[in-house]
């Protein structure tokens, strides 16, 4: 408890430094982080546009530089001489202004490029119209003897990349200029061939990353030009020295910007590492999207930086909580000090010794004021101990003078149960009474019907009677029968035999003789079994014949009519002990579980408004008195089964010639 307490007090102290500021600081963190991705992208966005730019003065640098050779007067007078000298005056312009090539038209020339042909459209007499275009190994060929191997570039496969069938790219990526005289209708056509072209892309790239780290192998920061989806000129590493020239760009950033025209502005896989990069479309004079301008920086050192950041704000945060936490604990030991003496009074109180006290506690805080009530309290306590004590001796003497009570009324109990056990036989009596009376009238009607022959037939003829006088002595011994088994049956406790050695089929017949007719009123077929080794057992007989015709006229109640009761005896066992068993089964609905396992018990009934619910409970204690059991099973829809089991006498007495089934059933 007292750990418990040193915890929570410590959490209700550190709670704010180590729950809610590692809360604080992860938001803080999480922004932090996403600010720092943001600059990175606004970064390249930058750069982008910074390469964007260079591109764009590059274009009009160089059509500037067409126009003015167009327009000058050397070339005007070299182009109405001889051939050879305007050829070497344009080969002296072409290196002086870093061009790779500078050729005239016609301007009905049949053989002159489409895209030049477009762009000498564009231009006015004063200024050469300049753009992007895509020209084929022939349009290469026509313009430079050296530009279609320069152009051609072997594509190397790269991960992610869209497929293509193709192993190379043979054409080549242009910046134009051209400049068409209106007076004479010639053409001047510059440019220079991006494939290949690494002074341009590393001026670009020097001009825009010049602020960060490079070494001899591997660039900071890296620009590119592709033509469609293929680096045709690049300061991207693909091996130790070697640049990535032939790599592809991956598939889904092509899809965005190719595919959709849309800047890429994100991190992104380039050849062998993550960059954070920004690609933007290039378009030919005609709009068409034809390539892609990229600039973009290793990933790594920032996020490496990155992670620094936050693995020193994490480091620090433990260090203040592990600074704390001992602080927190040694400013607690005054509050812990009078919380332990008060553990430990409660612990000698605990072990009975209720005289133990905290004493005086000099604190005055709202701890202290705890601690002296708490002495109170258990002065109070022992003071109730003491007259809880003196409650208990009185208590003690008024259970003994109740338990006296309680035995005498458990004597009137056994004296009431007695007296239930005579009302339910007579219960019992009543419900054979009519068949009874039905048994005593037949015998006597024939008695009555064959002393009218005899009168009738007095004389020497009455030798022709003698079937007639042998039926009236069977039937008036039937009379003396059922009348001397009622009377055995009615007799009270007080009146009734001892307990004696009986054959359990004897007391069935005899049992079966009272009950007959009410089940054959009902059209209810009984049914015995008799097992020749069934032990012979020691009941008294009146009783057993009680639970026996309770059982009978309960099975014959449930199938209402037109059905069958079957009472067995045969040998069995209980708990290990040998003995014989009644067994009454009927052919009624069955008893569901629910109520199965209450039948025993008193006042229990399913016979609502018909029985008193004593009937079984009765014949379960006459069992039990003999020494005996009495169980029940049943299936909805199969019926109800009662076993009466009880000792055998003497089971070596008992035949060992095999179980013999008799069958008796009584019949109208």
Known sequence: MLRSVRLRLLALA??????????????????????????????????????????????????????????????????????????????ERQAATELDFLVPFAADDPNIPASIARLAALSSSRSAAGGLAVLSQSDLQLLGPDLEQRALISLVETEAARPLNSTAETRGLV??????????????????????????????????????????????????????????????????????????????????????????????????????????????????????????????????QRSSTVLTLVLAFLAVVGVSVPIFLRLAQGVFSPLEKMTATMDRVGAGELSARIGRVERKDEIGQVANHLDQLLDQVQERDERLRSYADNLNEKVEKRTEELRDANQQLEATFAQLVVSEKLASIGEITAGVAHEINNPVAVIQGNLEIIRNGLGDDAKDYKVEFDLIDGQAHRINTIVRKLL?????????????????????????????????????????????????????????????????????????????????????????????????????????????????????????????????????????????????????????????????????????????????????
């Not at 001899?216 to 091996?239: K, M």
């Open 488 to 668: 055995n049956f009615s007799r009270s406790d007080e009146l009734s035999e001892l307990p004696a050695v009986v054959r359990p089929r004897d007391i069935v017949d005899d049992t079966a003789i009272l009950v007959a007719a009410d089940l054959r009123n009902d059209g209810i077929l009984l049914e015995r079994k008799h097992g020749s080794e069934t032990p012979d057992i020691c009941v008294v007989a009146t009783e057993l014949q009680q639970i026996l015709v309770n059982l009978i006229i309960n099975a014959a109640q449930a199938i209402g009519s037109d059905g069958k009761v079957t009472v067995e005896t045969l040998a069995g066992q209980h708990q290990g002990k040998p003995g014989a068993i009644i067994r009454v089964s009927d052919t009624g609905p069955g008893i569901e579980p629910e109520k199965l396992k209450h039948v025993f018990d008193p006042f229990f009934t399913t016979k609502l408004g018909e029985g008193t619910g004593l009937g079984l409970s009765i014949c379960q204690s006459l069992v039990q008195r003999a020494g005996g059991h009495l169980s029940a099973h049943s299936s909805l829809g199969e019926g109800a089964v009662f076993e009466v089991w009880c000792p055998a006498v003497d089971i070596s007495t008992q035949s060992d010639s095999q179980s013999e089934i008799e069958v008796d059933i009584l019949s109208n």
């Open 175 to 304: 910046l134009l200029a051209v400049y068409r005289d209106p007076q004479n209708s010639t053409i001047l056509a510059g440019g220079r061939l991006l494939n290949r072209n690494l002074a341009i892309i590393d001026r670009m790239n020097d001009l825009i990353y010049r602020d960060l780290e490079s070494d001899a192998e591997q660039r900071a920061g890296t620009t590119t030009l592709f033509l469609d989806d293929v680096r045709i000129s690049t300061n991207v590493r693909l091996f130790e020295g070697e640049r990535a020239l032939g790599t592809r760009v991956s598939e889904v950033v092509w899809q965005q910007v190719m595919g959709e025209g849309t800047p890429w502005l994100d991190r992104a896989f380039v050849v062998n590492d993550w960059y954070i990069s920004g690609y933007v479309p290039l378009s030919d004079i005609s709009g068409e999207r034809i390539g892609m301008l990229y600039t973009g920086f290793l990933e790594k050192p920032f996020s490496e």
């Open 14 to 91: 550190v709670l704010p430094l180590i729950v809610v500021m590692p809360i604080f600081l992860g938001i803080t963190m999480l922004r932090w982080i996403e600010k720092f991705d943001d600059l990175l992208i606004a970064k390249v966005a930058s750069d982008l546009r910074i390469a964007e730019q260079y591109f764009y003065r590059i274009e009009i640098t160089q059509a500037e530089a067409v126009a003015a050779i167009a327009q000058s007067v050397d070339y005007a007078e070299r182009l109405g001489g001889n051939q050879s000298g305007l050829t070497a005056f344009l080969s």
